[in-house]
């Protein structure tokens, strides 16, 4: 199927509507293997949070549309089950091959629609690339087992792709988030359609554009726009949708669980956290510092896995906040293409109105500001850019300590022992990703077992790999993505008995 494809060619500088410089890309919904552009059809401006220029016009899926593309992964599942893992896996790698080749031009858009900076874009298609070759890989080990039966019978356990996928991703990551749900499916055999984020359109079509262009049947993959309800009520009641995998906020997760279970549809759903940290005052706070700052600020702190609550100990609180501080307020903000600033904006006007939303509530309730706390810092006066924000002292009841912020603001309290620690931590009904800073090796132990959380990183901020499993409990969702774990969330099992 995919060998004797099309190889694919180097790619053509493509033209939008209203071109802005590098935004070289082409805003098209992807049906059954057309590109379909705004003709008849309701459309949504894409705009550069840095600047608040219009980058371009997205065409927007109507009902017919979702039909089409329904259709095709029907079609795509017959074609795509019975391709072999080698076949699979030569399109995932291909179109890894196709992501570094292009990665210069396919960041510079993802920086342009979403804002982080040229290094972040970089790094976060680099990890697609990596986890597209895992799953290449992986696709050829999707191994069921033999049970022990006696002679003359034999009882297998299979691993199936679980059916068409229907995929919803946040703006967040555009290039990485749409790459883990493309990947993961065509690596089980699933087909696909994926709704990627209105507001960053075109990182998740070009990544489409290097899986079609590795020889993805046409069929497998579709890739639509709408108003984000509408298109997943549409898939989801479809009885073609056999799951359903969201990435986005907790309230419209548990809302598509909802619809999902009308048609008991599988659902893998990573739901975003209040990520703590605990620092013990044992902790080498330089190199602690290192880590956390940065961290904290990548993507102007609109990761899911964000550290947001830090729970210091008494002993060095006090040279923690005003350190962490210090370092905050050095970072440079601006446009992402800027290759000397290390926080872009925002990604949309809504999230600096958030932000500033929840500091006047803490400061209302005692906290108080040791860096940042105010909008600007921005190359222009129209883009979305809020301050590398400090608070320190931050009450239990503030907002902010309770909602999970999705903004550069990192929220400061003191504890006492690790008993008060552990209670801090899983206080509230999120469980994605938790930081401990210790160098003592017993606590580094207990920490590990008693936080409540998909992701424990103990003295590093590393908790992602295209090998690991990436995804929250309590309320944070449930499912893992990446990682042999990502491939069977995509499966389902059937026993076979025989004598
Ligand atoms: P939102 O909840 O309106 O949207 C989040 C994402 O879900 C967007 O990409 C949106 O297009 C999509 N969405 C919304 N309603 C949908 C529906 N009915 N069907 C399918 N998709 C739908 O919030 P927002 O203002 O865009 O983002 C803010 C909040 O979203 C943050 O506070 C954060 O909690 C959450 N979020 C989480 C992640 C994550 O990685 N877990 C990523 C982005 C946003």
Redo the contacts with the bound molecule.
Sequence with gaps: MARGRRRAAPPKPRRNIALAKGYDTDLKLHIDGEWIGAEGRDTHKVVNPATGEVLGELPLANAADLDRALDAAARGFAIWRRASAEERGAVLSGAARLLRERADRIATIATLEEGKTLPEARGELMMAAGLFDFYAAEAKRAYGRVLVRPTGQLSRVMKEPVGPVAA??????PIG?PGRKLGAAIGAGCSIIV?P???APGSAIEVLRCLLDAGLPKEVASMVFGV??A???HLIASPVTRKVS???????GK??MRLAADGAKRTTM????HGPVLVFDDADLDRTLDMLVPHKFRNSG???VSPTRFYVQEGIYARFVKEFAARAATIRTGDGLDASVNMGPMA?P??PE?IEAFVADAVRTGARIAAGGERGGGSSDNGFFFRPTVLADVPLDARVMNE???GPIALMRPFRDFDEAIEQANRLPYGLAAYCFTENGRRALLLGDAIESGMVGINTVAIGGADSPFGGVKDSGHGSEDGPEGLEACMVIKTIHQA
Excluded: M, Y
């Excluded at 919803?168 to 990551?173: K, S």
């Design positions: 919803f991703c946040p703006w967040n990551f988030n709704k984020p209105e507001e984000p309800d298109v997943s009520r969201f990435t986005g906020s907790i309230a419209v809302h598509l990573e739901l975003g956290g609109q990761v899911c949309n809504r999230r958030a999970e912020p999705f």
